[in-house]
């Protein structure tokens, strides 16, 4: 959404921003229809992927914006948001079998977390899971000091949305005029995006039960406040082992003074 703001200069899109920057990976879309609009498009391209840096072609003409999130936080949204997805209609779409079995009971939130966090998997296998996020964010965090990798905190853009946005211009070489930025800003909160969750949620396909459902909370530290002091030291010790020191006080925001901001 932020980077379709900088690129239009208005909150009045011209379409769906899914319809704009299609979701790259998306196996319910044909690469073929993928490629065609994208090859239509005449305006500066921003395009959706969730392949780590270490999956998709490095083109020095682009500029590779990769988002991170406290992991815990992540995957407490990651668990709302299977909720709310139409897990038949996506066996539809991508061709597999109707299910006939009744859907399993689902852990509670507490429970499903700490079985979320000691999961052992393949990161290349599993993108979601602990190890396929830290997998993710150690390659983009090693890439950071090239001319076209940005890292952008979640909590950042949530503290601070206009001086973020105003940086993202800055790296990305694009001239906004002062009077523009107040409205380019209010339509990349959280709250304006899940009022017009119609047009920016990320459902081309109509596999959300619900979009507005999609803009859950917005908030950060519900992964925190789920765990106790043991097992939040836990979550630390693994994930010493997955990422380096830096990359995880950046992460964590639990010692900024070491953390090199990218």
Known sequence: MICALLVFQTPDLPAPLSTMSPWLDWLITSRTEVYARLSAQEHRRFIKTHTPLDGVPLDRQA????????????????????????????????????????????????????????????????????????????????????????????????????????????????????????????????????????????DPSGVFKNREAFFRLGMSGSGRKLLSNEELGHYRARTAKLAPPDLLAWLHREDLTTATHP
């Open 63 to 202: 500029t590779y914006i990769v988002v991170a999130r406290h992991p815990l936080d992540m995957a407490v949204s990651l668990y709302h948001q299977s909720d709310n997805l139409d897990h038949e209609r996506i066996r539809s779409l991508t061709g597999q079998p109707k299910s006939n079995r009744p859907p399993s009971p689902r852990q509670p939130l507490d429970e499903w977390l700490l079985s979320w966090i000691d999961r052992e998997v393949d990161p290349r296998e599993e993108l979601d899971s602990l190890p396929g996020v830290m997998w993710h964010l150690s390659d983009a965090w090693t890439r950071q000091r090239g001319p076209n990798v940005v890292l952008v905190h979640y909590d950042d853009l949530s503290a601070d949305l206009e001086n973020e946005m105003r940086r993202l211009a800055a790296l990305l070489g694009i001239t906004v005029p002062e009077q523009t930025w107040p409205q380019l800003v209010e339509a990349a909160t959280f709250e304006h995006m899940r009022a017009r969750a119609d047009r920016l949620a990320p």
